[in-house]
């Protein structure tokens, strides 16, 4: 086997790891996340969520099954940088079209490999998210790190625009169309209108710039806050679409990034979670239902209710409490249960609600799949009580 090229991973505090090129030969900065999915690096790797990050995969074994031409979330790799520790010699699945190394290596991703995986993820874990840069073109630690702390951080980062849709799209109703929903794209994944589609919603995916007025001329029944990167701190012209679309009281769902928008909109603020939460394993539970899921997730900011401190998001909230908003009482719906921070939200005067994680599951379980049929639901209820039909 030709021995591969050396190459070096260097965090913003100086840690440094060794290991070999992996993907395309160059040189890389982002933020270092970890994510612990076992399955679905496909999926993760076309998330746009993932833009300007460096994503380090926990699970040990990478590109066993190879790449496929279905599995994509968008049209290309957004991630910055990618960190494995045992890359697959090779793809084996009847469904692969390709190897996951040769398509890293095509689309520009700047990866390295035997990587103490387990080790870098402890400390990203202890010391939280931070900047990192990958190289194979320079092993000088030092040099690397200067170009590190010079990387622009995710505090303070609008990226929604870098990875919005450029013109809008539909995406029909499978079988027979019941609603129309207008989707604002801040980092859409295929999967949603997927979703919605088996709902027979028929998706108009518009682009992240768009107004309220250009969303609402699509006949929409409703509107989705999609998910994406960046700090939703600097997203202020989807918060004021958001606060005009709960004013007219047109049924509003978000989902991770839309729901940031959306409690915003409410009058929350947000924070940085110290490492963020992604994976496909995070525990969720339902306040409406009682239910515990298994979730899928994938975001590094949070929605901070009043009374609860950064760090413990939902920890200050009862159950049942009512907090009163400039659009009436909202709820927190939805908490994980591993730290309490806040994944969900649900206005009970206004037809809104969000959660902060996946139920698209691209890749991940399926447990929160019923929430399009919630958001079908308060769609059919806000239709019926203006006397509007679903044709």
Not at 1 to 13: G, Q
Not at 133 to 159: C, E, F, H, K, W
């Given at each position: 086997?030709?021995?591969?090229?050396?190459?070096?991973?260097?965090?913003?505090?100086g840690r440094t790891f060794p290991g070999e090129a992996y993907g395309s030969v160059g040189e890389t900065f982002g933020e270092a996340v970890f994510n612990t999915g076992m399955t679905g690096y496909q999926e993760t790797l076309t998330d746009p969520s993932y833009h300007r990050q460096v994503v380090v995969q926990t699970a040990p074994h990478i590109g066993n099954t190879g790449v496929n031409g279905e599995d994509d979330e968008s049209g290309r790799i957004w991630v910055a940088g990618y960190v494995v520790r045992d890359p697959a010699r090779i793809g084996s699945n009847w469904r692969a079209t390709g190897g996951l190394e040769d398509r890293l290596a095509t689309e520009g991703v700047v990866g390295i490999s035997g990587v103490d995986t387990r080790a870098l993820t402890r400390h990203l874990r202890e010391r939280g998210a931070m900047r990192?840069?990958?190289?194979?073109?320079?092993?000088?630690?030092?040099?690397?790190?200067?170009?590190?702390?010079?990387?622009?951080?995710?505090?303070?980062?609008?990226?929604?625009a870098e990875v919005t849709t450029a013109q809008p799209y539909v995406v029909e109703a499978l079988g027979e169309h019941r609603f129309t929903v207008a989707a604002l794209d801040l980092g859409i994944k295929r999967n949603v209108?997927?979703?919605?589609a088996t709902r027979g919603v028929t998706t108009h995916v518009l682009p992240a710039s768009s107004s309220i007025d250009d969303l609402l001329a699509t006949g929409a029944d409703a509107i989705f806050l999609s998910p994406g990167p960046g700090d939703p701190a600097t997203a202020d012209a989807?918060?004021?679409?958001?606060?005009?679309?709960?004013?007219?009281?047109?049924?509003?769902?978000?989902?991770?990034?839309?729901?940031?928008?959306?409690?915003?909109a409410l009058g929350f603020g947000t924070y940085k979670l110290g490492y963020g939460h992604r994976g496909i394993n995070q525990p969720v539970l339902d306040r409406v239902t009682g239910k515990v899921e298994v979730t899928s997730h994938n975001h590094g900011f949070a929605v901070k209710v009043p009374g609860a401190g950064a760090g413990a998001g939902a920890g200050a909230v009862v159950p049942d409490q009512v907090i009163d908003t400039d659009f009436g009482g909202v709820q927190v719906s939805h908490v994980c249960l591993n730290d309490n921070v806040v994944e969900g939200l649900r206005a009970v005067d206004v037809p809104a609600f969000t959660v902060q994680y996946h139920p698209e599951a691209a890749a991940g379980p399926h447990d929160a799949d019923y929430l399009f049929d919630r958001f079908a639901d308060l769609i059919e209820g806000r239709n019926h009580s203006r006397g509007r039909s679903n044709a």
């Open positions: 086997m030709t021995k591969r090229r050396p190459a070096i991973l260097v965090l913003e505090d990192v840069g990958i190289s194979s073109v320079d092993n000088d630690p030092q040099s690397l790190l200067t170009r590190v702390r010079q990387a622009p951080q995710m505090v303070g980062a609008d990226l929604s209108p997927r979703r919605l989807p918060v004021a679409l958001a606060r005009e679309a709960l004013r007219r009281e047109v049924p509003l769902f978000g989902i991770c990034f839309g729901s940031q928008i959306l409690g915003r």
